[in-house]
């Protein structure tokens, strides 16, 4: 038993929280189901009428979790406007951050043993921007097959134009796959680091993302940030 | 200049009936995708119009186009020909050849100057100043530059004078590609296609010589009315595809059921073409309905977009994305583990050696 003295410090809104949950099971659903239209399942049943697998029903599910996410992530820029706790992107005009940058990333090449505490570390930061990025990608190259069924509908003409840019609609279908797998591949990292961080570094960056407050004993060197 | 005929002057040469005239006409309305509506406007238009004179010139390609415009039914391309345009010149459907030949088309250019269509089939090669397709002693370069330049429309068939073709495929040695920037600012209507349909061929230049105007266009430069739809969404397996039925090989049930061709590489869900509604040779049939996969023909790059059996490309013997994506998922699974082993065993001799310190201070 020891008293340790800990600080609160409350820096997700409950429109950033909402939106992580969401789009982690949305992610989870439009990639299985994304998988499953690329390379659908047949499981042949002795009448083919009654087949198990419904390509119709797969991409119904993949199109409403699609919606589901963009919603919540317009209510994430919401809460982005009117919360000063969530952010965006990071601060990359503020010169420390490069050289903040670097001192977490000699921290995880294991070259440094600590590195300065942050509410925001500025790597996860860099790499929640890939992460934007690769979304838009998806929504852009997604819209842009989905609304294509009708190129004169608002959706066509909103986001025909990714088509012609990817170069052919086959290229928008690939473009939309392959960044996919990257953002499995982000995830695994992600998930590591925000446990490790949890674990070793005594950040509380796993439960903050539930309760929305960062509960620490250290005072972390973006603190003032709050203020 | 002369009274140029139109066509219902060539239809009173010919003895052909008022009703006969009128008939062609609702066929020519409908075959342009037009609705019945502008049934009146099209019969003005063929009664007053002169019969548009139409230059058809062919660079780098097959002439496989030609194959299918010959093919068309309604109109029949003998028709069209003969009597609905005034073809003055083809490389290919031509009798006459030679100097005189060339002299004719000189003179078709200063004659008919700003009033006539050019129809472009074919690919331009670029490289080496373009001597990879000479027709007349001249390049192909100089010959589309100059009859595109005192044309008033240019249409290009086949997708090798839309994006290139087959001709244009990597590494691309004659360095071929798409007419567009040889046409300058002439309005440009791409008829892409590997061939086009030959009713959507004959729709195209019909609409242009009636209407004397380009018809809607999508984003890509095609005619809204042929290209507004994806083969995908106008298929008639389409059911099979939504409940999930999909031929796995081309010799097993599913294909012989007739089941979609999906899994199997079919570009219908890519491809914006008529195959699915008009389909070829007067409705008989179209790829996807004889069991072949669609290889998205009116598509840019198609040629490169390989392998037309698999919906994703296979990288040699790595495989598709699928399988590289499960590699690098695995990969990085590993590579965290490793990381989180490292970080656990530094920070332990870590600790270790900060507890000696601290020993050894006391």
């Not at chain 2, 994806?230 to 298929?235: L, M, N, S, V």
């Not at chain 2, 090989?249 to 012989?256: I, R, T």
């Not at chain 2, 919906?311 to 699974?333: E, F």
């Not at chain 2, 590579?335 to 870590?350: I, N, W």
């Given at each position: 038993?020891?008293?340790?003295?800990?600080?609160?410090y409350?820096i997700?809104?409950?429109?950033?929280?909402?939106?992580?949950?969401?789009m982690?099971?949305?992610?989870?659903?439009?990639?299985?189901?994304?998988?499953?239209?690329?390379?659908?399942?047949?499981?042949?049943?002795?009448?083919?009428?009654?087949?198990?697998?419904?390509?119709?029903?797969?991409?119904?599910?993949?199109?409403?979790?699609?919606?589901i996410?963009?919603?919540?992530?317009?209510?994430?820029?919401?809460?982005?406007?009117?919360?000063?706790?969530?952010?965006?992107?990071?601060?990359?005009?503020?010169?420390?951050?490069?050289?903040?940058?670097?001192?977490?990333?000699?921290?995880?090449m294991?070259?440094?043993?600590h590195?300065?505490?942050f509410?925001?570390?500025?790597?996860?930061?860099?790499?929640?921007?890939?992460?934007?990025?690769?979304?838009?990608?998806e929504?852009?190259?997604?819209?842009?097959?989905?609304?294509?069924?009708?190129?004169?509908?608002?959706?066509?003409?909103?986001?025909?134009?990714?088509?012609?840019?990817?170069?052919?609609?086959?290229m928008?279908?690939?473009?939309?796959?392959?960044?996919?797998?990257?953002?499995?591949?982000?995830?695994?990292?992600?998930?590591?680091?925000?446990?490790?961080?949890?674990?070793?570094e005594?950040?509380?960056?796993?439960?903050?993302?539930?309760?929305?407050?960062?509960?620490l004993?250290?005072?972390?060197k973006?603190a003032?940030?709050?203020? | 200049?002369?009274?140029?005929?139109?066509?219902?002057?060539?239809c009173?040469?010919k003895?052909?009936?008022?009703?006969?005239?009128?008939?062609?006409c609702?066929?020519?309305?409908?075959?342009?995708?037009?609705?019945?509506?502008?049934?009146?406007k099209v019969?003005?238009?063929?009664?007053?119009?002169?019969?548009?004179?139409?230059?058809?010139?062919?660079?780098?390609?097959?002439?496989g186009c030609?194959?299918?415009?010959?093919?068309?039914?309604?109109p029949?391309a003998?028709?069209?020909?003969?009597?609905?345009?005034?073809?003055?010149?083809?490389?290919?459907?031509?009798?006459?050849?030679?100097?005189?030949?060339?002299?004719?088309l000189?003179?078709?250019?200063?004659?008919?100057?700003?009033?006539?269509i050019?129809?472009?089939?074919?690919?331009?090669?670029?490289?080496?100043?373009g001597?990879f397709?000479?027709?007349?002693?001249?390049?192909?370069?100089?010959?589309?530059?100059?009859?595109?330049e005192?044309a008033?429309?240019?249409?290009?068939?086949?997708?090798?004078?839309?994006?290139?073709?087959?001709?244009?495929?990597?590494?691309?040695?004659?360095?071929?590609?798409?007419?567009?920037?040889?046409?300058?600012?002439?309005?440009?209507?791409?008829?892409?296609?590997?061939?086009?349909?030959?009713?959507?061929?004959?729709?195209?230049?019909?609409?242009?010589?009636?209407?004397?105007?380009?018809?809607?266009?999508?984003?890509?430069g095609?005619?809204?009315?042929?290209?507004?739809n994806?083969?995908?969404?106008?298929?008639?397996?389409?059911?099979?595809?939504?409940?999930?039925?999909?031929?796995e090989?081309?010799?097993?049930?599913?294909?012989?059921a007739?089941w979609?061709l999906y899994?199997?590489?079919c570009r219908?869900?890519?491809?914006?073409?008529?195959?699915?509604?008009?389909?070829?040779?007067?409705?008989?049939?179209?790829?996807?309905?004889?069991?072949?996969?669609?290889?998205?023909?009116?598509?840019?790059?198609?040629?490169?977009?390989?392998s037309?059996?698999?919906?994703?490309?296979?990288?040699?013997?790595?495989?598709?994305?699928?399988?590289?994506?499960?590699?690098?998922?695995?990969?990085?699974?590993a590579?965290?583990?490793?990381?989180?082993?490292?970080?656990?065993?530094?920070?332990?001799?870590?600790d270790?050696?900060?507890?000696?310190?601290?020993?050894?201070?006391?």
């Open positions: 038993m020891k008293e340790v003295k800990r600080k609160e409350y997700f809104s409950p429109f950033l929280r909402i939106f992580h949950w969401i982690v099971a949305m992610i989870l659903i439009l990639f299985v189901t994304g998988l499953l239209i690329a390379k659908p399942l047949q499981v042949m049943t002795p009448e083919p009428t009654y087949t198990l697998t419904s390509m119709d029903l797969v991409r119904d599910i993949h199109f409403v979790a699609a919606f996410f963009c919603a919540s992530f317009i209510l994430r820029i919401y809460g982005f406007i009117i919360n000063k706790g969530d952010r965006l992107f990071p601060r990359v005009w503020e010169g420390h951050f490069y050289e903040e940058t670097v001192d977490v990333a000699l921290h995880y294991l070259l440094k043993p590195h300065a505490s509410l925001r570390n500025p790597l996860a930061r860099m790499s929640y921007a890939a992460l934007y990025a690769m979304v838009l990608v929504i852009l190259t997604g819209f842009a097959m989905y609304y294509m069924n009708d190129p004169n509908s608002t959706g066509g003409v909103l986001f025909g134009w990714v088509n012609v840019i990817a170069g052919g609609e086959m928008t279908h690939l473009v939309h796959h392959y960044v996919a797998w990257f953002i499995i591949l982000f995830a695994i990292g992600h998930i590591y680091m925000v446990i490790r961080a949890e674990f070793m005594g950040e509380s960056e796993v439960s903050s993302m539930f309760s929305g407050s960062k509960i004993a250290h005072t972390p973006d003032c940030e709050l203020e | 200049m002369e009274k140029r005929e139109s066509l219902w002057d060539r009173l040469d003895g052909i009936s008022r009703r006969s005239f009128i008939k062609s609702v066929a020519l309305t409908s075959l342009m995708g037009l609705s019945t509506d502008c049934l009146s019969v003005e238009a063929a009664e007053a119009k002169p019969l548009p004179v139409v230059i058809w010139i062919h660079g780098h390609e097959c002439t030609d194959e299918s415009f010959i093919r068309s039914a309604s029949l003998s028709d069209l020909v003969l009597s609905q345009i005034d073809l003055e010149y083809d490389h290919l459907l031509s009798a006459a050849c030679g100097a005189p030949f060339e002299a004719h000189e003179e078709t250019i200063q004659k008919y100057k700003g009033q006539y050019l129809a472009v089939e074919g690919a331009v090669s670029t490289k080496d100043n001597i397709c000479m027709s007349g002693g001249h390049t192909f370069t100089h010959l589309l530059r100059h009859a595109a005192n008033m429309a240019v249409i290009a068939y086949g997708t090798c004078a839309v994006s290139g073709g087959i001709q244009a495929a990597a590494p691309n040695p004659t360095g071929s590609s798409g007419i567009k920037m040889f046409v300058g600012n002439k309005p440009l209507i791409n008829v892409p296609g590997c061939p086009p349909i030959p009713e959507v061929m004959t729709g195209v230049v019909m609409h242009v010589a009636l209407f004397g105007a380009a018809p809607p266009l999508d984003g890509e095609r005619p809204k009315q042929f290209y507004g994806r083969i995908h969404d106008t298929c008639y397996r389409r059911p099979f595809f939504d409940a999930g039925l999909f031929a090989n081309y010799d097993d049930a599913g294909a012989k007739g979609c899994k199997l590489g219908g869900p890519e491809t914006y073409n008529s195959c699915g509604n008009i389909r070829w040779y007067q409705g008989m049939s179209y790829p996807i309905q004889s069991g072949a996969a669609c290889i998205g023909c009116s598509n840019p790059h198609f040629w490169d977009e390989g037309f059996s698999d919906r994703l490309p296979k990288y040699d013997k790595i495989g598709d994305a699928d399988k590289i994506g499960v590699g690098l998922a695995v990969m990085t699974t590579g965290v583990a490793a990381h989180a082993v490292a970080s656990v065993v530094q920070k332990g001799q870590r270790v050696q900060e507890a000696q310190k601290g020993g050894a201070a006391e």
